[in-house]
């Protein structure tokens, strides 16, 4: 019974190519997030959801495209795949937007 | 533009001994901190947290202090235990930013039995 879930848990992909990246949370919370670790190890948010709602959008390419079918799923979509977009890509869920936030265990994408 | 910084990339400690990790922050904007806690091939866990009103904050072996002044906050953990051997990061949040949070890049540390 995985709190917040991730699929795939390892990605290798070429570059040029389109991937999805799932995740599902059994919290009910309403908030999700999308983060990404570079090879710096800085983890750094993407995006935020509330209740299907963008709320947070920092600055990523417009190649990354989350959708949240319903609070419980954040999918992460990305198209033409860069060398640059090889990281550890985490997913979190909190309740009401707060600042405790619950993670995944991470998607490693490599782009070759 | 880090704002929240941890400047030491590892601490290695005995068991049974005091474990002292540091965090230091740019942003005065920042009102709540966090610390995680981090095992390999998982996600982040969240460990412990602090309001800025506070200057500490316990729960069991792990006590968070905060000075607002200095921008400072530190996790000390005591008695260590080798199962505390993992990556700790120190994030942050602003008031009103919809609950973002800003990592620091994180401490290995390293319990020895």
């Known amino acids: 019974d995985t709190a917040v879930s991730q699929t795939p848990k390892y990605l290798v992909t070429q570059m040029g190519n389109d991937k999805s990246i799932k995740c599902e949370q059994n919290?009910?919370?309403?908030?999700m997030y999308w983060y990404k670790q570079d090879s710096k190890k800085f983890l750094k948010i993407m995006f935020s959801y509330n209740n299907k709602e963008l709320i947070i959008n920092e600055t990523v390419p417009n190649r990354f495209s989350p959708k949240s079918p319903d609070k419980a799923h954040l999918n992460l979509h990305i198209n033409s795949l860069e060398l640059g977009d090889s990281a550890v890509y985490f997913c979190?869920?909190?309740?009401?937007?707060?600042?405790?936030?619950?993670f995944g265990p991470g998607t490693r994408l490599t782009v070759t | 533009d880090q704002q929240v910084k941890q400047n030491s990339p590892s601490l290695s400690v005995q068991e049974g001994r005091i474990s002292i990790l540091n965090c230091d922050y740019t942003n005065s904007m920042f009102d709540y901190f966090l610390w995680y806690k981090k095992y390999p091939a998982e996600g982040p866990t969240f460990l412990i947290s602090?309001?800025?009103?506070?200057d500490k904050n316990e729960d069991g072996r792990f006590t968070v202090f905060l000075n607002k002044s200095a921008k400072h906050l530190s996790l000390h953990i005591v008695p260590s235990q080798p199962g505390d051997s993992a990556v700790y990061f120190c994030a942050a949040s602003e008031v009103g930013a919809n609950s973002k949070l800003t990592f620091g890049k994180g401490i290995t540390l390293s319990v020895r039995p």
């Open positions: 602090i309001s800025s009103i506070k």
């Open positions: 919290l009910g919370h309403d908030t």
């Open positions: 979190a869920s909190s309740p009401n937007g707060g600042s405790e936030q619950y």
